[in-house]
C-alpha cells in the first residue's frame, strides 16, 4: 500500500511538472504584436499611387507574400508559411508612406489580453522583414 501511494504521489508531482513546462512553451510562443509605424516617404520627389502600389507588391513578392485584395491606396498582403500558419495584413499606402496593419492570421496564437494584442514572435519578425524589404518610398 505504501509503495502505490508513493507511486501515485510521483505520478502526480510528473503530470503536474509536464502541465508546467507544456503552459510556458505555450506562453514563449507569443509576444507583445508589433504596431508597425507608419514608414514615411524621404525621397524629395515622393512615388505617385502606382509607383508606391508596385513597390509595396514587389516587395511583398520577393519574400513570399501574395496579393489577396486591392483597393484605392490600399495593398492586403497574406503570408502562408509551409501550410500551417497564416497571417494577412493591410499597406494603406498614400504619397507621404505607407502604413501595415495587422487584420487576420491562422495558428499564430493571436489575442488581445487588457487591451494588449499577442501574436506569435514570427509574426513580429515576418512585418520588420517586409518593412525592410519595401524600404521607405
Given at each position: 500500500?505504501?509503495?502505490?501511494?508513493?507511486?501515485?504521489?510521483?505520478?502526480?508531482?510528473?503530470?503536474?511538472?509536464?502541465?508546467?513546462?507544456?503552459?510556458?512553451?505555450?506562453?514563449?510562443?507569443?509576444?507583445?504584436?508589433?504596431?508597425?509605424?507608419?514608414?514615411?516617404?524621404?525621397?524629395?520627389?515622393?512615388?505617385?499611387?502606382?509607383?508606391?502600389?508596385?513597390?509595396?507588391?514587389?516587395?511583398?513578392?520577393?519574400?513570399g507574400w501574395v496579393?489577396?485584395?486591392?483597393?484605392?491606396?490600399?495593398?492586403?498582403?497574406?503570408?502562408?508559411?509551409?501550410?500551417?500558419?497564416?497571417?494577412?495584413?493591410a499597406v494603406r499606402?498614400?504619397?507621404?508612406?505607407?502604413?501595415?496593419?495587422?487584420?487576420?492570421?491562422?495558428?499564430?496564437?493571436?489575442?488581445?489580453?487588457?487591451?494588449?494584442?499577442?501574436?506569435?514572435?514570427?509574426?513580429?519578425?515576418?512585418?520588420?522583414?517586409?518593412?525592410?524589404?519595401?524600404?521607405?518610398?
Open positions: 500500500m505504501k509503495r502505490a501511494n508513493t507511486q501515485a504521489r510521483w505520478a502526480g508531482v510528473f503530470i503536474a511538472l509536464a502541465l508546467c513546462m507544456a503552459s510556458g512553451a505555450a506562453l514563449a510562443r507569443t509576444a507583445d504584436m508589433y504596431d508597425a509605424p507608419k514608414v514615411l516617404a524621404v525621397s524629395a520627389t515622393p512615388l505617385d499611387a502606382s509607383q508606391t502600389r508596385d513597390r509595396i507588391v514587389a516587395g511583398g513578392q520577393a519574400l496579393v489577396t485584395r486591392e483597393a484605392p491606396g490600399l495593398v492586403e498582403l497574406s503570408y502562408d508559411k509551409q501550410g500551417k500558419h497564416q497571417v494577412t495584413v499606402y498614400e504619397p507621404t508612406g505607407y502604413k501595415i496593419d495587422y487584420v487576420t492570421s491562422f495558428n499564430l496564437n493571436y489575442e488581445e489580453i487588457g487591451g494588449v494584442r499577442k501574436i506569435h514572435p514570427n509574426y513580429n519578425r515576418w512585418i520588420l522583414n517586409l518593412i525592410k524589404r519595401i524600404g521607405p518610398v
